[in-house]
């Protein structure tokens, strides 16, 4: 199973914005790369995901580097309420379905 | 979390008295996911279910723990005699199809507390 290799906490100012790096180097072809954030007391809230091309909507960008071995997800304008703990996942695929598997996340404070 | 709804949001109980989770998923979606969140942890896989089948419990405890997804209704996790070890918060997640390219969508949790 491709596992994901996070920065365990990041700071970035308000109205900058926020890039969140992720490592997944041993990620299968076949394999989308998620992303997901938690605000506190909240469930995971869908992001982004993407397989090889870099991904753009209303929330975020990601852009998965060619040989598919990192990726970094851009909140264009990072605001307070952007803090959160973001998780970056590699859609396993165990026999006809993936699962997801959730790290321990990045946690990025937005400050003032 | 727009269309997920799980209640009650807080349960409490005591020490070996049952506990009963419920998950509507959005509409449209068949495929219903619980996870489990303890305190200051990521969280875990528990088990996932598609209208009255169960596809893979390999992350739900062989007792005590069971699910269900009936035909019409709400999915169920039902823990029975609860223990202080399973105080959490449970997540449900639903998805349209099981492939890949499908992300999940989660509700808001219950937080399950055990006295």
């Known amino acids: 199973d491709a596992k994901t290799t996070q920065p365990p906490s990041m700071d970035c100012a308000e109205g900058r914005a926020a890039n969140l790096p992720c490592n997944h180097s041993t990620i299968s072809g076949n394999e989308y790369v998620y992303w997901y954030r938690q605000i506190h007391s909240q469930g995971p809230q869908y992001i982004i995901h993407g397989l090889k091309n870099n991904e753009t909507n209303e929330m975020a960008s990601l852009i998965i580097t060619e040989d598919r071995k990192s990726s970094t997800l851009i909140l264009p304008h990072a605001t307070l309420r952007d803090t959160a703990v973001y998780y970056c996942?590699?859609?396993?695929?165990?026999?006809?379905?993936?699962?997801?598997?959730f790290g321990a996340g990045t946690q990025v404070v937005v400050t003032p | 979390n727009a269309g997920v709804m799980q209640n009650p949001r807080h349960l409490v109980r005591r020490r070996g008295q049952e506990a009963r989770l419920r998950c509507s998923p959005m509409?449209?979606?068949?495929?219903v996911y619980w996870y489990r969140q303890l305190p200051e942890e990521g969280l875990k896989f528990m088990v996932y279910l598609q209208k009255e089948n169960i596809i893979d419990e390999s992350g739900m405890p062989k007792e005590r723990f069971s699910a269900e997804f009936p035909k019409e209704g709400p999915s169920i996790l039902r823990i029975q005699q609860v223990v202080r070890g399973d105080s959490a918060a449970y997540f449900c997640a639903s998805s349209f199809d099981r492939g890949g390219n499908q992300p999940q969508h989660f509700g808001d949790g219950t937080r399950l507390s055990i006295l």
């Open positions: 996942i590699v859609r396993v695929r165990s026999d006809s379905w993936g699962k997801f598997q």
């Open positions: 509409k449209g979606h068949s495929h």
